[in-house]
């Protein structure tokens, strides 16, 4: 319910107001006899589509994050952990000095270098990280950290060698919903469900990897198996985030810990949870980026990170009071 009023609210505020009455007799009967053409262009062309957007992309963020942290078994750890987002930094960075012009599914040059950048990233780490007896979540994480460091100091190479770049270049890494259409939703939704139906398809060997390697598998867990499955998915959904928005962080760890409030550490019910609250903040996020500095607006990854260090810290400490981040 919070979801759909947000998303109302999202509808009516901007740098044209509309009234709430006129939305939602469009909404209802489509013909929005009290809109203007103009209102009506903006609602369906920009904000609708926005709205649209922010939810997938929210949602995605949430239940990567749930894959992610129960994957390391950390609750720390959040969709870019294993290289995700610096994979896309490197492909958005490749793609806007090179000049990269392409459009796949309504996706443009940037967004589907993103996307490749991502899920290449991700594979790497993987292949990395399982070298051993099972590629041990801990092995993947290390991986993840190693190869994200190398590829955060390529993307400052190409942008000190391409200074011409670097506006353009900052303003993708610090994420925007902004200048997303139908054919962006479009694209972003197939992945989105598909990342989502990976997961959920999951939900009961969650349950079962939770309690440690040994029992599960006792329980018929195999774990290189399930590994390759979580990776895919989680980056799947984060790929797809990354691709429509650019980098926005915190969402991926904050939402799995307040749907972990709300409904308990069963999957079946986390990993939809996790989506609705990562739609939730997302939404909240970028309503306070387009009213902040109202005409302006401010990049959305900078709105979430304002919003969730404080809630990362916290979460860090409590966890230093319990026992160490290694419990």
Same mark, same amino acid.
């Given at each position: 319910?919070?979801? @759909?009023?947000?998303?109302?609210?999202?509808?009516?505020?901007?740098?044209?107001?509309?009234?709430?009455?006129?939305?939602?007799?469009?909404?209802?009967?489509?013909?929005?006899?009290?809109?203007?053409?103009?209102?009506q262009a903006i609602l369906w062309e920009l904000r609708l589509p926005r709205i649209v957007t922010a939810c997938f992309v929210g949602g995605s963020l949430g239940i990567s994050g749930v894959g992610f942290q129960a994957l390391f078994r950390n609750p720390l750890a959040d969709p870019y952990v294993i290289g995700a987002?610096?994979?896309?930094?490197?492909?958005?960075? @490749?793609?806007?000095?090179?000049?990269?012009?392409?459009?796949?599914?309504?996706?443009?040059?940037?967004? +589907?270098?993103? @996307? +490749?950048?991502?899920? +290449?990233?991700?594979?790497?780490?993987?292949?990395?990280?399982?070298?051993?007896?099972?590629?041990?979540?801990?092995?993947?994480? +290390?991986?993840?950290?190693?190869?994200?460091?190398?590829?955060?100091?390529?993307?400052?190479?190409?942008?000190?060698?391409?200074?011409?770049?670097?506006?353009?270049?900052?303003?993708w890494l610090m994420g925007s919903l902004a200048d997303n259409d139908w054919n962006v939703v479009f694209a972003t939704a197939i992945a989105s469900f598909a990342g989502f139906s990976i997961l959920f398809s999951l939900s009961r060997a969650l349950d079962a990897f939770s309690l440690g390697d040994v029992a599960s598998q006792s329980l018929g867990l195999d774990l290189v198996r399930f590994r390759i499955l979580m990776v895919t998915g989680s980056s799947l959904a984060t790929a797809a985030a990354v691709a429509a928005a650019g980098i926005i962080g915190f969402i991926g760890l904050i939402a799995p810990h307040i749907a972990r409030a709300l409904v308990?550490?069963?999957?079946?019910?986390?990993?939809?949870?996790?989506?609705?609250?990562?739609?939730?903040?997302?939404?909240?996020?970028?309503?306070?980026?387009?009213?902040?500095?109202?005409?302006?607006?401010?990049?959305?990854?900078?709105?979430?990170?304002? @919003?969730?260090?404080?809630?990362?810290?916290?979460l860090l400490k409590t966890r230093a009071k319990v026992g160490g981040l290694a419990s």
């Open positions: 319910m919070l979801l @759909l009023v947000l998303a109302l609210v999202s509808l009516i505020v901007g740098p044209i107001p509309i009234r709430l009455a006129s939305v939602v007799q469009w909404l209802i009967g489509g013909d929005g006899v009290s809109l203007t053409s103009t209102e987002s610096s994979g896309a930094a490197l492909g958005v960075t @490749l793609a806007l000095v090179t000049g990269f012009q392409v459009s796949v599914m309504g996706l443009g040059g940037t967004a +589907l270098a993103a @996307l +490749l950048g991502s899920i +290449l990233a991700v594979i790497v780490v993987f292949a990395i990280g399982s070298v051993g007896r099972d590629g041990s979540s801990l092995s993947l994480l +290390l991986a993840g950290v190693a190869l994200s460091s190398m590829i955060n100091a390529l993307v400052s190479l190409m942008m000190y060698l391409h200074e011409e770049k670097v506006v353009v270049i900052l303003a308990g550490p069963r999957h079946r019910f986390l990993i939809p949870m996790s989506a609705v609250v990562g739609a939730t903040l997302l939404l909240i996020a970028d309503g306070l980026a387009r009213t902040i500095v109202a005409p302006a607006e401010l990049p959305v990854g900078i709105v979430t990170a304002i @919003l969730g260090c404080p809630f990362f810290l916290f």
